[in-house]
């Protein structure tokens, strides 16, 4: 597909109002673009899904409007939005800001033979200082960038 990269990233970058309209446009200008290209759909599905997973423009919110903010030690990167006091699911519930799963499949955790143990379904996180559980601390709360002792 000459030049898919270059297509996907302007596909990527024009203005949409919803990711509905966006993942149709998309579908659409790559069909028209590659008709007849042998791995068509795999490259539409794959072209939607990092649109999906990157922008959202009933936020307004893409990655040309906000800094870096992946991982969550040394900024609350994901839960400086998606926290228990601005984040709703679809029913109009308040996500919960401490919940790793919602973005980690944690195979295992723990040291020694607890890492041994691996749960390919997944494991809750839970944090080693079992003293801050039920707290409500986002992991930037205390890894901060200024107090890491290792």
Do not use: C, E, M, W
């Given at each position: 597909m000459p030049a898919i990269k270059r297509t996907a990233v302007d596909l990527l970058t024009k203005p949409y109002?919803?990711?509905a309209e966006a993942t149709?446009?998309?579908?659409?200008a790559l069909a028209v673009r590659y008709a007849?290209?042998?791995?068509?759909?795999?490259?539409?599905?794959?072209?939607q899904t990092v649109y999906r997973e990157n922008i959202f423009p009933e936020m307004k919110a893409d990655w040309s409007?906000?800094?870096?903010?992946?991982g969550h030690l040394d900024s609350a990167g994901c839960f400086r939005c998606h926290d228990a006091k601005h984040s709703v699911d679809g029913a109009g519930k308040r996500m919960p800001a401490t919940d790793c799963n919602s973005c980690h499949t944690i195979l295992a955790q723990g040291?020694?033979?607890?890492l041994a143990q691996v749960a390919p379904a997944?494991?809750?996180?839970?944090?080693?200082?079992?003293?801050i559980d039920g707290l409500g601390l986002l992991c930037s709360d205390c890894h901060n960038g200024k107090n890491q002792q290792n």
């Open positions: 109002a919803t990711q149709a446009a998309i579908a659409r007849g290209a042998a791995h068509l759909a795999t490259t539409v599905a794959a072209v409007k906000y800094p870096d903010n992946i040291s020694g033979a607890g997944g494991v809750a996180f839970k944090h080693p200082s079992s003293d």
